[in-house]
C-alpha cells in the first residue's frame, strides 16, 4: 500500500483529501479497520490533532464509523447522502421490518426467474457465508448472499434500492451479530438452515417455499428484538 505524505497548507483538508483517496481506490475497502491514530498520523506525516480531525470530517460525512471499544472502520466509499445518514440513525428494528418486506419480495421474483448464472452464484454466495471466520466476515458474506437473491430477482429497481439500503443493513446486521441476546448456538444453525433452504427453493423454482425461508429467517430476528426490547411489542 502506498501512502502519500501530506505536505501542504491545509493539513486538516489535506489529510481528509487523502484518506478519502486510499478509501475511494480501495486501499482500504469498506468494512475494513482504519490504523491507530498513531500509526495513521504516521502515515500521513501529519500531528495526531490533524489525523483525529481528518477523521472525524469523513465520520460526518457517513464515510467511516467509530465503534466503541473496537476502533474506526471503513463505512462507505464515498460521501453518502443525508438520505443515507437518517437510514444509519434509524433504529435496528425499523431496519430489520423494511429488510423483511424488501427480500421476501426478492426471494419471490429470484425463485420464477433466476438463471443457471444466478444459481451459481447463490451457491458460491452461500459457501462463503457458511464459511465466515468472524462476525464481521458473517455479516459481510450474509450481505452478498442476500444482494445475489435480490439480483436473481432481475428488477433493477430492486437492486436500486437494495445497494441503497446496504449500508444501513449492514449497520443493523453489526448490531444483531454483536449481542448476544440476540442468538445463540441453536439459533445461527436454524438461521444458517433458514438460508440453505432458501438457496434451494429459488434453484429449484419454487417462489413459495423461498417466501417461507426469507421469513422464518427475519421473523426471527424481528421476534428477538422485540423480547429484548429493542423493537415494539
Not at 483517496?21 to 495513521?40: D, Q
Not at 489525523?51 to 470530517?57: G, K, L, P, Q
Not at 462476525?135 to 429497481?157: F, G, S
Request: glycine content about 6%; charged content about 30%.
Amino acid at each position: 500500500m502506498t501512502v502519500r505524505p501530506v505536505r501542504h497548507r491545509s493539513l486538516v483538508e489535506e489529510a481528509t483529501a487523502e484518506l478519502r483517496r486510499l478509501i475511494g481506490t480501495g486501499e482500504w475497502p469498506v468494512g475494513s479497520k482504519l490504523p491507530g491514530e498513531v500509526e495513521l498520523s504516521r502515515l500521513l506525516g501529519v500531528g495526531r490533532t490533524t489525523s483525529r480531525e481528518a477523521v472525524r470530517v469523513l465520520i460526518a460525512d457517513g464515510q467511516l464509523r467509530a465503534r466503541q471499544g473496537s476502533g474506526t472502520y471503513v463505512a462507505a466509499a464515498a460521501p453518502v447522502s443525508e438520505f443515507d445518514r437518517e437510514l444509519r440513525r434509524s433504529e435496528v428494528f425499523d431496519v430489520y421490518e423494511v429488510r423483511a418486506a424488501l427480500e421476501v419480495e426478492a426471494g419471490r421474483l429470484a425463485a420464477q426467474r433466476r438463471t443457471e448464472a444466478d444459481v451459481a452464484a447463490l451457491r458460491a454466495a452461500l459457501a462463503a457465508r457458511d464459511a465466515a471466520a468472524d462476525p464481521a466476515e458473517l455479516v459481510e458474506t450474509d450481505l452478498e448472499l442476500h444482494r445475489q437473491v435480490v439480483r436473481a430477482a432481475h428488477n433493477p429497481v430492486l437492486i436500486r434500492l437494495f445497494d441503497s439500503f446496504v449500508d444501513a443493513l449492514r449497520e443493523a446486521a453489526g448490531h444483531v451479530v454483536a449481542d448476544n441476546r440476540l442468538h445463540d448456538g441453536v439459533e445461527a444453525e436454524g438461521i444458517t438452515h433458514a438460508h440453505r433452504t432458501l438457496v434451494e427453493a429459488i434453484a429449484a423454482g419454487d417462489p413459495d417455499a423461498a417466501v417461507a425461508a426469507t421469513q422464518a429467517n427475519l421473523d426471527h430476528t424481528l421476534d428477538r428484538l422485540r423480547a429484548t426490547g429493542t423493537g415494539p411489542r
